[in-house]
């Protein structure tokens, strides 16, 4: 009895150890808008990302460049200067706004001053310890940068299928919709994933250009296997979304409180692993006999209940 108790106690130690020092870090940057309009555009779309990610709580680090300040040297700066706060164990996001221009060669996003090509931002990221990265790169152009910023365990959303799809996106609009909307939230599990916020996104950019009967510019891809060649409907037929499902973008708020109790902290960590584990066996359902998926199925939603039932006591 006495072992038993003290394995619990480490458990518990060691999760609330996790808990408290896993971070998740967001940078969002808003580039050159050209036009006053765009200028404005840009400028409000980068405020309200960034307030809707102060929304994963106090543990968040949510850090933005817009205007003047988005240059190349303080993003450099910036991202050198977060790579230093953070460890494996943490989550990255980098959320771009604005334009992009591809010359044949090399992606670039316009920035005040000198621009950023992909291939110097994938120098900067790679630098960054946190295993699992989301790069969002929300401009014209962007597809172009989808294959040099590929890597394992890192997700990457473009805007544009290409570099050749050079005008003005409204994905970013879209995407941001997606953090406001109860219904991109499919599992309804009260978390926004990365997976669920670009299949928003993607469908209402189409319906977007569809609705107003103009030929679509923009074709939004996903890659989260390290693979150069995005896709449009990331599915397990063809292996892409896995990593983007478990990838929280937005919390809900109960789940972001850091002055809970441990054992609560502790049992809130169980959750989001135990429906992180959901989110990979759908992916791996079409690989597993009918009965065992259901078997393995059943036990994760039973523990997920047991687990949601003792956080709500």
């Known amino acids: 009895m006495g072992g038993d108790l003290t394995v619990r106690l480490l458990l518990l130690f060691l999760a609330t150890s996790w808990f408290a020092t896993a971070g998740t870090y967001f940078v969002t940057v808003a580039g050159l808008g050209g036009t006053p309009e765009y ?6 779309w980068n405020t309200d990302l960034d307030g809707l990610l102060h929304g994963n709580g106090a543990g968040a680090v949510v850090q933005s460049l817009s205007g003047p300040a988005a240059t190349r040297q303080n993003l450099r700066d910036l991202l050198e200067r977060l790579s230093g706060q953070m460890h494996p ?6 959320l771009m706004i604005g334009h992009g221009t591809f010359d044949g060669t090399d992606y670039k996003f316009n920035l005040p001053g000198p621009d950023v090509t992909a291939a110097e931002l994938a120098k900067m990221l790679d630098r960054i310890p946190a295993t699992e990265q989301l790069i969002v790169n929300m401009t014209s152009a962007s597809g172009a940068s989808l294959p040099v910023l590929a890597r394992k365990n890192r997700i990457v959303i473009t805007a544009t299928k290409s570099g050749n799809e050079k005008n003005a996106t409204v994905f970013a609009r879209y995407w941001i919709d997606a953090m406001r909307d109860p219904a991109a939230d499919t599992d309804k599990n009260g978390t926004i994933s990365a997976l669920e916020a670009f299949r928003y996104a993607e469908a209402k950019t189409a319906a977007y250009f569809q609705m107003e009967k103009l030929l679509a510019t923009e074709h ?48 809130l960590q169980r959750k989001q692993q135990l429906e992180a584990k959901i989110d990979r066996l759908k992916y791996q359902k079409a690989a597993l006999p009918e009965e065992e998926y259901k078997r393995q199925l059943t036990g994760l939603l039973l523990d997920l209940a047991r687990t949601q039932a003792e956080i709500d006591k």
């Open 39 to 44: 200028e404005a555009q840009f400028a409000k």
């Open 220 to 267: 939004p891809l996903l890659s989260d296997t390290g693979k150069t060649v995005g896709v449009a409907h990331p599915e397990p037929a063809n292996g892409q979304g896995a990593l983007a499902a478990i990838f929280p973008v937005l919390r809900p708020p109960s789940e972001t409180v850091q002055n809970v109790d441990p054992a609560k902290r502790t049992l």
């Open 89 to 94: 164990d943490d989550t990255f996001a980098l």
